[in-house]
């Protein structure tokens, strides 16, 4: 494994909310190391997301209870959690990036797209607006946007769902990031334009050796393009390992629902759901969080107070009892327009 | 619940986001502003339909001896206007009026206003249609401007002043309830309603209105204020009541004369118009944080 | 407003509603119970002064003719005779509408001034002191009649302490704001009340916004994003309200003109009806109208300039 770039270690995020305290990120710890891409995936609520938001300080400060550490490794050994709104800044677009799931939210609609590009790049870069405006123009290419120059003057609106995530691409790397966070970038997409975007991400990661953590729901997703897999349920990581690993020989039942949800090339019958839904995370159950869906699930499973067991080393782990009865699956492979 | 949770540093955190969960959850906080609201209403009204068990003096009664005495004379809470006037005998009395036309004009506003906008945005096409022109052209003018302009035609009196509001208010409630009515009929349940044969009017009284009348009833209170403030706004300009009706306005726009040596004549008529329209605001607030998700 | 599509159909629109608005108030006159020619000549009503007014209002023609006359006199910019003044309608009301301009922009001013930054900050600083304090404060403000207001201004200001006049329009520029400031700032406070209310909602929804997220991520100082992104973005709720109740602003004026004894169309207004000289209420109600859908044209157009989205709609 790579030198680390960052170390979550045991990372908590409570929100006070009206009806109680939410547990949405309980208890996460993972690296990431250098120009790694691991993905997170889970259902919604899960946790994914929220934990990425930790990680930057993008969580509402007035309800989000936060603790752990996160260490992002060139900046030092302090966790970056305590760390003051200058420092952030100073490490956020420089160093940690991260895009958005709906493009067309997540830019300033009365702000053309070149300006927003450009105050990315005069973020941490003391350039002329000249320079500025060329560097701009030269990311949108790499990007894959066409004549960059005249569709700089446009507005959000005036682009598609595709060309603007390519343009929030840009601004993400507008300050050469070492770490990129993608939340669901391409769930809002419709499916060709994901693989170009996959594809972009892909190339672009190769390109700049920047490590990435990618989080989706759509595990097809993730088996394209990860090193590495978490699998996140009800805010805590119930499996980890090399993506090839986890695909094809899962550890943890929740990963194998996962995997039977996927529709497969020549499968014909019925999709198998996972049965039942996620529990609340204000009063979370004691034991295991996934028993009551559980296929495997037993009395001891309602009451063991999980953890992750090494199953192979100690990058693969699972947080299950029954780990070695999950079934395999060395045929599967993600579903593709063919 | 079983043990397995207690570990040591999520058992910290959670103390502290309980702490902050409870403090956001207090209900009471949030039917505050409703409860403060309806209690003033409620003192309000009371102080003024008991007006004849709590003052002495009728309101007109005049007193040679005793003008322009000040608040806390004794017999006179409130002080006496330059007829020696009872002050708080005609803030009492006065009240009636203001009061009755918070309630009076609004009221048939709202029934009005509210049923032809949802008519209107029901049937849409050319009644629509017909109907924002109309909205267009009220709103065109400014609406104290329009309603002294009515009342100038038909001669200043109390039930020139309804009549004037009744021809000028509803349309606000009209443009709202239209809007919401639009959106209504696309829902689910309009459509489902009428596919199982429901009439017409029954789909918009049954089913459409109860849902959707919170907007408008928030905006009732609202205007409430307004026509409160619009009476004694044409009191004050001599166009509502006339003397010697006790009216919070016309005390008011007597008292500027007085305002070097009696400032309390202008100022405490005034005090009531805020008490009241406070009571309002409040009152359309509460319900507002409470029919709403609220921002609070 | 971008109901309307484009530029030339907005025009349209505002034709036919200037078209509306002469309508109504010509129809205003009908509204007199009686015989108007009586209304208006009270006591010294003759015979003849009553023919006179008859014709000159054309009161013996049929319904359709009198409003032909009507419009024909607009046309040629004459809103008829005032009984009162002796002269024409129009000179009377022109004399009348510098002090009202005035207060009206001065009063849109202020409005802004106060509220932009109460209301970012309440909203920025949701449920802390400066949104509490604001929202006492306001929702007093709201309930207090604008001309008692004016009175307790004159109060404080005026009478004990002897900061500001209590009367007038002073002369010179200067002088205009001297005198009008504490009309002015009666009126905006309780313009305020919405307004802010407006942009409070307005900034703490923009702050949930994922742009603002965008705009964080790229590593800029937290005062530029509040500027560039949440403001910028936020206050365009607030240009559509504050259009929407420019009608309670010009409401204001009549009120306040008559506290602070401004020589404006407010105070004509008032006097014509006692005065019962109904063409100049007649007109002074057609000048009001036609202000505000100067007004409202005005802030469709700062709509546009602000936000990219309704400008192409607008063919901007």
């Not at chain 2, 007193?63 to 004379?73: E, G, K, S």
């Not at chain 3, 602000?306 to 063919?315: K, N, V």
Request: net charge neutral; aromatic share 8%.
């Amino acid at each position: 494994m790579s030198a680390p770039l960052l170390t979550v270690r045991d990372l908590r995020s409570y929100l006070a909310t009206d009806q109680g305290v939410v547990r949405a990120v309980d208890g996460v710890s993972f690296t990431v190391g250098e120009a790694e891409i691991v993905g997170i995936v889970g259902e919604s609520g899960s946790g994914k997301s929220v934990t990425c938001r930790t990680i930057v300080g993008l969580m509402p400060s007035g309800m989000t209870h936060i603790s752990g550490e996160v260490i992002y490794h060139p900046h030092g050994d302090a966790s970056i959690l305590t760390a003051r709104q200058a420092e952030l800044q100073s490490l956020r677009g420089s160093q940690l990036a991260m895009i958005f799931q709906d493009p067309m939210t997540a830019l300033n609609p009365v702000v053309n797209v070149g300006d927003q590009v450009i105050e990315a790049v005069q973020a941490h870069a003391k350039v002329s607006t000249g320079e500025a405006r060329s560097r701009a123009v030269s990311l949108l290419r790499r990007v894959g946007i066409p004549a960059p120059e005249q569709r700089m003057r446009d507005y959000p609106f005036q682009f598609s769902g595709g060309m603007l995530q390519r343009a929030l691409i840009a601004i993400a790397l507008a300050s050469s990031p070492r770490l990129l966070l993608a939340d669901e970038p391409t769930t809002s997409l419709d499916v060709i334009i994901q693989d170009q975007i996959l594809s972009l991400l892909l190339d672009l990661q190769q390109d700049t050796g920047m490590s990435m953590i990618l989080v989706s729901h759509d595990l097809a997703v993730i088996s394209e393009v990860c090193d590495r897999i978490l699998v996140m349920y009800a805010g805590q990581v119930v499996e980890e390992g090399p993506a090839a690993d986890v695909i094809t020989a899962p550890r943890h039942p929740y990963t194998r629902a996962l995997l039977d949800a996927v529709p497969q090339g020549e499968q014909r019958g019925q999709l198998r759901s996972i049965t039942g839904s996620p529990p609340s995370l204000i009063d979370v159950p004691g034991g295991c969080r996934f028993a009551p869906r559980c296929r495997l699930a037993t009395q001891e499973c309602l009451s063991w107070e999980t953890e992750l067991i090494e199953i192979s080393g100690p990058g693969r782990l699972a947080r299950c009892l029954r780990h070695d009865e999950v079934e395999r699956s060395p045929q599967w492979q993600a579903s593709d327009s063919a | 619940m079983s043990a397995g949770w207690a570990a040591s540093p999520s058992e910290l955190l959670m103390k502290a986001a309980t702490r902050a969960s409870a403090r956001r959850r207090s209900a009471v906080r949030r039917r505050l502003t409703l409860i403060a609201g309806l209690a003033m209403l409620v003192l309000a009204i009371a102080a003024i339909t008991l007006a004849p068990i709590l003052v002495s003096q009728p309101p007109n009664t005049i007193d040679a001896l005793n003008t322009l005495a000040p608040p806390l004379t004794p017999d006179h809470l409130l002080g006496t206007d330059q007829f020696g006037r009872d002050v708080l005998s005609r803030i009492l009395y006065g009240g009636r009026i203001d009061l009755a036309i918070a309630f009076g004009a609004t009221s048939v506003t709202l029934v009005s206003g509210t049923i032809i906008g949802l008519v209107a945005g029901y049937l849409g096409g050319r009644w629509d249609s017909v109907l924002m022109r109309i909205v267009d052209l009220f709103f065109a003018f400014p609406f104290l401007v329009l309603v002294i302009a009515i009342i100038a035609m038909l001669g200043p009196s109390i039930f020139n002043m309804f009549v004037a509001i009744w021809i000028t208010s509803w349309v606000a409630y009209a443009r709202i309830m239209r809007a919401q009515t639009v959106v209504a009929k696309r829902q689910q349940y309009v459509l489902a309603a009428r596919a199982l044969g429901y009439g017409r009017l029954r789909v918009m009284f049954r089913h459409i209105l109860p849902n959707f009348a919170s907007a408008v009833i928030i905006f009732s209170m609202v205007d409430a204020v307004g026509n409160i403030i619009l009476a004694a706004s044409l009191g004050f300009l001599g166009l509502g009541a006339q003397p010697p009706a006790p009216e919070w306005g016309t005390m008011i726009s007597d008292g500027q004369n007085y305002i070097l040596s009696a400032w309390w004549l202008a100022t405490i008529p005034g005090l009531a118009v805020v008490f009241v329209g406070i009571a309002f605001s409040l009152i359309g607030d509460g319900l507002a944080d409470l029919l709403r998700a609220g921002d609070r | 407003m971008s109901r309307f599509g484009s530029l030339p159909r907005r025009l349209v629109h505002v034709v036919i509603v200037l078209f509306g608005i002469t309508l109504v108030t010509f129809f205003l006159l009908r509204l007199i119970p009686g015989d108007p020619a009586l209304a208006i000549l009270g006591s010294s009503y003759t015979h003849a002064r009553a023919q006179a007014i008859d014709s000159g209002l054309g009161l013996n023609r049929p319904i359709w003719s009198q409003y032909a006359l009507f419009m024909n006199r607009l046309f040629h910019g004459s809103l008829g005779f005032s009984f009162f003044y002796h002269e024409s309608a129009t000179t009377v009301i022109l004399n009348h509408i510098p002090p009202t301009l005035f207060l009206i922009a001065y009063s849109a001013v202020l409005a802004a001034l106060i509220s932009l930054p109460i209301g970012f900050f309440a909203g920025l600083r949701r449920g802390r002191a400066v949104d509490q304090v604001s929202r006492v404060f306001f929702t007093l403000s709201f309930a207090m009649p604008a001309f008692w207001l004016g009175i307790i201004f004159i109060l404080i200001f005026s009478v004990h302490l002897p900061v500001f006049p209590i009367s007038g329009f002073g002369s010179g520029l200067v002088g205009h704001l001297y005198y009008l400031f504490l009309p002015a700032l009666t009126i905006s406070l309780g313009f305020s009340t919405v307004l802010v209310r407006s942009l409070r909602t307005s900034t703490i929804t923009t702050l949930r916004a994922e742009f603002v997220d965008t705009a964080q991520m790229k590593g800029i100082a937290w005062s530029q994003v509040l500027r560039r992104h949440v403001f910028r973005n936020a206050v365009l709720a607030v240009v559509a309200v504050y259009g929407v109740n420019l009608a309670y602003l010009i409401s204001g004026t009549v009120l306040v003109e008559n506290v602070f004894s401004l020589p404006g169309l407010g105070t004509l207004l008032v006097n014509s009806v006692s005065d019962r000289d109904y063409p100049v209420v007649q007109g002074v109600t057609l000048v009001f109208a036609v202000l505000i859908v100067g007004i409202n044209l005005l802030t469709d157009v700062a709509q546009a300039a602000l936000d990219p989205r309704i400008g192409q709609e607008i063919g901007t």
